[in-house]
């Protein structure tokens, strides 16, 4: 069998060869050879298309404009991806296409001017593969890794779409960023949550002894499942106290006006993510509960390059944020060395950082969490100021003390305690059901 991949610019419905020459695929003087063509994203007429080219085609694919993604997780989870298709008009909504981008309502372009490109971010992917040779990921990937078992597809290819959009929506938001991408949701839909397990595993360093591991600052999770998993757990705890910094996406259950935060953003530890719209607002998918952190723009979500439909979702709201740690850990880098890194390079101290941009910093609700996120409202004041914020959480440190040997300061909103030691009763509860 010979495999061909076409790369084409799908939101215009044109290919980058000529079908004249796409003809040639067929090998007619070779009948015995079958070509397969694999193509880079959403394309509604492929159909037409493969028979234009006089190729055979047995598709699943593409998603009709109709669809509404919910592939399932095993071991009784639900929703893997948390996004949604949406059916609005391309040109009004266009995030990644218009002047409404992220870029502009979250002023993103002011903030980056203050970053130096130099300081390299990992940020680690886990969802349903990626598009890797497409252009925009050209350089930005350090390392990918398949976590699904019986897919001979080492290259973590995206049949899917959502890990691509994903990962593109992370170099949007911070371009200098690195990626790593797991694949621990399978071609099908499927997953399970030991397979996300094992990816952070690989993610994490092993003390005792050499591992085969891929260092990384940030892991982000736009999947989950409604039944505490005590692998994904342990996991996701030893991630956190090893440094990394952990965000995960709520979940798209508002509408049943239930409080169905999935997990991992049901732990107590990593940082929840909801989705809001372009005023700020709580999206009607969001659901709420007292896990909810932070919201982060998510809703008709359009990426030119990848996609011809916009996505709704907390699952695009969560590499935004993704994203936007990104740039908190490169700035503090530029303000304060290694040392100031190393120490914002967790999950309780950050959390603490996107406070200052949140738009209620000093309030937490279910259904906002501190609010919608806004890296500027704390960039624009400078380093010197950034410097204050995080002694401010970590305690005053001498110039000459290592920042990473400091513990940070439980946080001193009584609420927040509250919350996290709540949190943790119910996971002490549900595992000790298993």
Same mark, same amino acid.
């Given at each position: 069998?010979?495999? %061909?991949?076409?790369?084409?610019?799908?939101?215009?419905?044109?290919?980058?060869?000529?079908?004249?020459?796409?003809?040639?695929?067929?090998?007619?003087?070779?009948?015995?050879?079958?070509?397969?063509?694999?193509?880079?994203?959403?394309?509604?007429?492929? %159909?037409?298309?493969?028979?234009?080219?006089?190729?055979?085609?047995?598709?699943?694919?593409?998603?009709?404009?109709?669809?509404? /993604?919910?592939?399932?997780?095993?071991?009784?989870?639900?929703?893997?991806?948390?996004?949604?298709?949406?059916?609005?008009?391309?040109?009004?909504?266009?995030?990644?296409?218009?002047?409404?981008? *992220?870029?502009?309502?979250?002023?993103?372009?002011?903030?980056?001017?203050?970053?130096?490109?130099?300081?390299?971010?990992?940020?680690?992917?886990?969802?349903?593969?990626?598009?890797?040779?497409?252009?925009?990921?050209?350089?930005? #990937?350090?390392?990918?890794?398949?976590?699904?078992?019986?897919?001979?597809?080492?290259?973590?290819?995206?049949?899917?779409? /959502?890990?691509?959009?994903?990962?593109?929506?992370?170099?949007?938001?911070?371009?200098?960023?690195?990626? %790593?991408?797991?694949?621990?949701?399978?071609?099908?839909?499927?997953?399970?949550?030991?397979?996300?397990?094992?990816?952070?595993?690989?993610?994490?360093?092993?003390?005792?002894?050499?591992?085969?591991?891929?260092?990384?600052?940030?892991?982000?999770?736009?999947?989950?499942?409604?039944?505490?998993?005590?692998?994904?757990?342990?996991?996701?705890?030893?991630?956190?106290?090893?440094?990394?910094?952990?965000?995960?996406?709520?979940?798209?259950?508002?509408?049943?006006?239930?409080?169905?935060?999935?997990?991992?953003?049901?732990?107590?530890?990593?940082?929840?993510?909801?989705?809001?719209?372009?005023?700020?607002?709580?999206?009607?998918?969001?659901?709420?509960?007292?896990?909810?952190?932070?919201?982060? /723009?998510?809703?008709?979500?359009?990426?030119?390059?990848?996609?011809?439909?916009?996505?709704?979702?907390?699952?695009?709201?969560?590499?935004?944020?993704?994203? #936007?740690?990104?740039?908190?850990?490169?700035?503090?880098?530029?303000?304060?060395?290694?040392?100031?890194?190393?120490?914002?390079?967790?999950?309780?101290?950050?959390?603490?950082?996107?406070?200052?941009?949140?738009?209620? *910093?000093?309030?937490?609700?279910?259904?906002?969490?501190?609010?919608?996120?806004? *890296?500027?409202?704390?960039?624009?004041?400078?380093?010197?100021?950034?410097?204050?914020?995080?002694?401010?959480?970590?305690?005053?440190?001498?110039?000459?003390?290592?920042?990473?040997?400091?513990? *940070?300061?439980?946080?001193?909103?009584?609420?927040?305690?509250?919350?996290?030691?709540?949190?943790?009763?119910?996971?002490?509860?549900?595992?000790?059901?298993?």
């Amino acid at each position: 069998m010979l495999s %061909v991949h076409i790369m084409m610019n799908l939101d215009r419905h044109k290919s980058n060869i000529s079908l004249g020459a796409s003809r040639d695929l067929s090998l007619e003087d070779f009948p015995n050879i079958k070509v397969t063509c694999y193509f880079d994203s959403l394309y509604i007429h492929i %159909v037409k298309l493969c028979s234009n080219l006089e190729i055979a085609s047995e598709l699943e694919w593409p998603i009709q404009m109709t669809y509404r /993604h919910s592939a399932t997780i095993t071991k009784d989870a639900k929703s893997a991806c948390f996004d949604s298709w949406t059916n609005r008009n391309p040109n009004i909504y266009s995030p990644f296409g218009s002047e409404r981008n *992220p870029h502009n309502l979250l002023n993103l372009s002011e903030s980056l001017q203050k970053i130096s490109p130099s300081r390299c971010v990992t940020v680690a992917i886990l969802d349903t593969g990626i598009l890797c040779c497409h252009e925009e990921f050209h350089g930005k #990937i350090a390392a990918i890794k398949n976590f699904v078992p019986n897919e001979a597809n080492d290259l973590c290819y995206d049949y899917n779409g /959502h890990g691509t959009n994903c990962a593109f929506i992370v170099l949007q938001t911070a371009p200098f960023v690195r990626l %790593v991408i797991c694949k621990v949701i399978s071609s099908q839909g499927h997953g399970q949550l030991k397979w996300a397990a094992d990816a952070v595993d690989w993610l994490l360093k092993d003390e005792s002894g050499p591992k085969n591991y891929c260092p990384v600052d940030i892991i982000s999770m736009s999947f989950g499942g409604s039944i505490f998993d005590i692998d994904l757990k342990r996991a996701v705890s030893e991630a956190i106290s090893q440094g990394k910094v952990v965000v995960a996406a709520a979940s798209n259950d508002g509408r049943k006006k239930l409080t169905n935060i999935a997990f991992p953003a049901r732990f107590g530890d990593v940082i929840c993510v909801g989705s809001c719209n372009d005023l700020g607002q709580p999206s009607s998918f969001t659901p709420t509960g007292r896990e909810i952190d932070f919201l982060a /723009h998510g809703e008709d979500i359009y990426i030119r390059s990848l996609s011809s439909m916009p996505r709704s979702g907390t699952s695009e709201a969560t590499p935004l944020v993704a994203g #936007i740690t990104a740039m908190a850990i490169s700035y503090a880098e530029t303000t304060g060395g290694q040392t100031m890194r190393s120490t914002v390079c967790h999950t309780t101290v950050m959390r603490e950082i996107l406070r200052k941009m949140a738009s209620m *910093p000093g309030h937490h609700d279910e259904h906002m969490g501190y609010g919608n996120l806004d *890296p500027w409202r704390l960039f624009k004041y400078g380093p010197d100021h950034f410097r204050q914020v995080v002694e401010e959480i970590v305690g005053p440190l001498p110039v000459s003390q290592q920042f990473a040997a400091a513990q *940070p300061h439980p946080p001193g909103n009584k609420r927040e305690r509250q919350r996290r030691a709540s949190d943790s009763e119910v996971e002490l509860h549900r595992g000790s059901e298993r």
